[in-house]
């Protein structure tokens, strides 16, 4: 049985990360971490896990933690990389959800995020944890980036045509939505019910800190550098990211059905990639509690502009369901085990 330790266990994430393991077969939080919770019982904090846990959440402290087998930061950013370094020479084994290792470019990760990385040199160890990509280099890894939400929709749902240099990768355009709990847990007047209900607003539009780390890996798999313009938008719900995402074919002579052929192709070992059938229209409530990326192909009017449809739960295949299929990786186990559960609906 895996030892697992949680640092930041009170945000929509942590919690997510605790309702996800109950149910894992080979996998138990021994540690959960919370400077201001310090002494609580996770089961008071979130009464949905009465039965299911009964820890206390306790201060961070590296010598405890690298007591597990395997530590998840599910944290703001500039946390993890406090503790990192110490955790890896103590042999243990990390999966940070927050965007500390997931730009290559400590010069870059620091201009999006205005201040200093403090650990650059580690940026070369981590692996970036999007499975359906680098399962490989994921089994051998002693660091995880995991992927941001916003980033697992799109970068799914422009993999193949890149692989396959089938679009002009200098004229990506993504436009996607999330809900509310992609904005974490903290009280904020934005936030309010009064403030998002009945609402629907694009936001961080002249640039947004899930790019960089988009159009690196997009170029990764295009082989060379790529341009995506991408619009977030704040949706007046809880959980869930669609993104509707174009892009312009180079040969317009390829067909849909083509390239439905090469979407399903690329994900047919893939467990939680979901390529649906022509003319279908994923939606978020199909996605919702699981850890499935559900994806469909357009074409509008026999044009050139392929349009692809990419939903995901941001909390789960976003976040801690894609935490826990890379630790699920790292550690030879089933793939998909702890996270075979149905979405929820209605």
Not at 17 to 28: C, G, K, T, V
Not at 111 to 135: D, S
Not at 148 to 159: D, H, S, V, W
Not at 209 to 236: D, K, M, N, W
Request: glycine letters at 8%; charged letters at 20%; hydrophobic letters at 45%.
């Amino acid at each position: 049985m895996l030892k697992v330790g949680i640092v930041g266990g009170t945000g929509y994430t942590g919690a997510e990360l605790l309702r996800l393991i109950a149910s894992h077969p080979d996998a138990e939080v021994a540690m959960i971490t919370s400077r201001a919770e310090d002494g609580v019982p996770v089961d008071e904090l979130f009464p949905s896990l009465r039965g299911f846990s009964d820890l206390r959440f306790t201060v961070p402290d590296v010598a405890a933690l690298a007591t597990c087998d395997v530590v998840f930061f599910a944290t703001p950013h500039n946390v993890a990389m406090n503790m990192v370094p110490e955790l890896l020479a103590a042999g243990c084994r990390v999966i940070d959800l927050s965007a500390d290792f997931r730009i290559r470019d400590a010069g870059l990760w620091s201009k999006w995020y205005n201040e200093e990385h403090l650990c650059p040199e580690i940026l070369e160890q981590a692996v970036y944890g999007l499975p359906e990509v680098n399962a490989a280099k994921i089994v051998d890894a002693k660091l995880i980036a995991c992927p941001g939400c916003y980033p697992t929709a799109i970068e799914l749902g422009y993999l193949p045509l890149l692989e396959k240099q089938l679009v002009d990768n200098q004229r990506l355009i993504a436009s996607a939505v999330t809900g509310v709990s992609g904005a974490g847990r903290q009280a904020k007047v934005d936030n309010l019910f009064s403030e998002l209900s009945e609402s629907f607003k694009a936001y961080g539009v002249s640039g947004h800190r899930h790019l960089p780390e988009i159009e690196q890996e997009l170029s990764v798999a295009a082989g060379e550098s790529v341009s995506l313009t991408f619009t977030p938008h704040l949706l007046p719900q809880v959980r869930g990211i669609h993104g509707t995402l174009y892009s312009e074919l180079l040969d317009p002579a390829v067909s849909l059905e083509e390239l439905q052929a090469i979407f399903e192709a690329r994900y047919a070992n893939a467990p939680f990639v979901d390529v649906m059938p022509l003319g279908s229209m994923p939606q978020t409530r199909t996605v919702r509690g699981s850890n499935m990326c559900r994806i469909a192909l357009h074409r509008p009017q026999d044009r050139n502009t392929l349009v692809v449809l990419s939903a995901i739960d941001n909390l789960v295949k976003g976040a801690a369901g894609q935490a826990i299929q890379n630790m699920n990786i790292m550690f030879g186990l089933d793939e998909t085990a702890g996270l075979q559960g149905v979405s929820l609906l209605p």
